[in-house]
């Protein structure tokens, strides 16, 4: 079972307004990620969290907030963004696991919309 | 500093051709982990192949086989009797953190199989 869960599917909201995305894995994951991705570019890590606490933050402004409240759950929370933030943002999760067996495993995205 | 290239942008193939799909890497590393990730028009990245730096043999499943050359940095992507189910968007990409972390991708070729 690989199945990593995403809602919701689609979001679209003002600039103003604040959202949260939600990814969820059942697959016993120690490390879960946020990723965006442009249209016709391949996705950009954005944060990292591992044994629940971040790992890596790739310089991603302030007006995105991730969230780890247990191994198998992520949010990102969404605060006053602006239209170019328009993307696919996918998550994905891992065993983080040493000696290079780790294989990310990833979510069907959320589209999100700014206006 | 670590690099992917793709140099094929768009490839398209009539049903039953084979294909190949080339991916070229930069690393100092000497320990470093190579995957094949596909993205279907539905949008979520399915993993298909993660190769270790100390592992050159090359691999086959099903009609997809994976040739590593580590003297010409190469990861080659060769799907054969293609079928219009593999119309999608195939990202190589690189990683030289053992235990998981940031993906290097590169930029995608996109997979036309028409019937």
């Known amino acids: 079972d690989t199945e990593v869960t995403q809602t919701p599917k689609h979001l679209v909201m003002g600039m103003t307004n604040k959202k949260s995305l939600k990814c969820e894995q059942h697959m016993g994951h120690r490390a879960m990620y946020w990723y965006k991705q442009k249209a016709k570019k391949p996705p950009e890590l954005m944060f990292v969290?591992?044994?629940?606490?971040?790992?890596i933050n790739e310089s991603v402004p302030s007006r995105f907030s991730p969230e780890c409240p247990n191994s198998s759950l992520l949010n990102l929370h969404l605060h006053a963004l602006q239209p170019e933030d328009s993307a696919l943002y996918l998550c994905?999760?891992?065993?983080?696991?040493?000696?290079?067996?780790?294989?990310?495993?990833f979510g069907p995205g959320t589209r999100l919309t700014v206006l | 500093a670590q690099k992917v290239t793709q140099a094929q942008t768009e490839i398209s193939v009539v049903e039953k051709e084979d294909v190949t799909l080339d991916c070229v890497y930069e690393t100092r590393d000497t320990t470093y982990y190579l995957f094949w990730y596909k993205q279907p028009p539905s949008g979520e990245l399915v993993f298909l192949i993660r190769r270790n730096s100390f592992d050159e043999q090359n691999e086959i499943s099903g009609r997809y086989s994976w040739n590593f050359q580590k003297s010409t940095s190469s990861f080659n992507f060769t799907i054969t009797a293609s079928q219009v189910v593999d119309s999608a968007v195939y990202f190589c990409?690189?990683?030289?953190?053992?235990?998981?972390?940031?993906?290097?991708f590169g930029q995608g070729t996109e997979l036309s199989v028409k019937p």
């Open positions: 969290y591992s044994y629940e606490k971040l790992s």
């Open positions: 990409a690189l990683s030289v953190n053992p235990q998981g972390g940031k993906l290097i």
């Open positions: 994905a999760s891992s065993h983080w696991t040493s000696g290079g067996k780790d294989t990310q495993y």
